[in-house]
């Protein structure tokens, strides 16, 4: 009898939700973590042009790739952390939409450590779709007035 008592214990801890404790809104996240690091990685690379002259914009230290690095590996976790119960919108887009962020921040990531300035401007671009992609389905529909600038 107490065996069995302890199998079900044992079992109702293995079925228990993990312990997540969302301390934030979506909007906090968006301005915590999102917006900031995906920032640092579309700063990272581009052309300026101006009269007279072009300026190729890349990492130029060791520490600007790893800024970039880090920043893309915050993006990523980003993703897993939108999932979070509690906090997505649905099990079905959501979760895809979020798939997408952590995939297009782990080849910005994939770009950065292989120093390779024309990949991470393209994985850039993909991130920024990856944004727009969840932004066209949860955020703009729920409030058409938002500026769409990212
Ligand atoms: C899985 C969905 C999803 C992804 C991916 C996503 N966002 Fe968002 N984002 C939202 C939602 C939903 C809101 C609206 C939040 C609210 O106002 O409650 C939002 C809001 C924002 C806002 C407006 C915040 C404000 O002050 O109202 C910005 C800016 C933003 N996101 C930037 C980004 C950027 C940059 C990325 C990509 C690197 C990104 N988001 C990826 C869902 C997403």
Redesign the pocket.
């Known amino acids: 009898m107490r065996a069995i008592l302890v199998l079900l214990l044992l079992l109702t801890a293995c079925n228990a939700p993990p312990p997540f404790q969302p301390a934030s809104?979506?909007?906090e996240i968006?301005?915590g973590m999102?917006?900031p690091?995906?920032?640092v990685?579309w700063d990272s690379t581009g052309t300026i042009f101006t009269v007279g002259k072009t300026e190729e914009i890349q990492p130029r230290s060791e520490d600007g790739w790893i800024k970039v690095e880090a920043a893309a590996t915050t993006?990523a976790e980003?993703?897993n952390a939108?999932m979070m119960e509690g906090r997505a919108?649905d099990k079905t887009g959501?979760y895809e939409?979020?798939r997408?962020?952590i995939e297009?921040?782990v080849s910005v990531r994939k770009a950065a450590k292989a120093r390779d300035v024309d990949a991470l401007f393209t994985q850039g671009g993909v991130?920024?779709e990856?944004?727009q992609?969840?932004?066209f389905?949860?955020?703009f529909e729920?409030?058409p007035k938002?500026i769409r600038?990212?």
């Open positions: 809104t979506l909007e968006m301005h999102v917006i690091n995906a920032e990685v993006l980003a993703g939108l919108k959501w939409r979020c997408a962020l297009a921040a991130l920024f990856a944004c992609a969840c932004h389905a949860y955020r729920a409030d938002t600038t990212h």
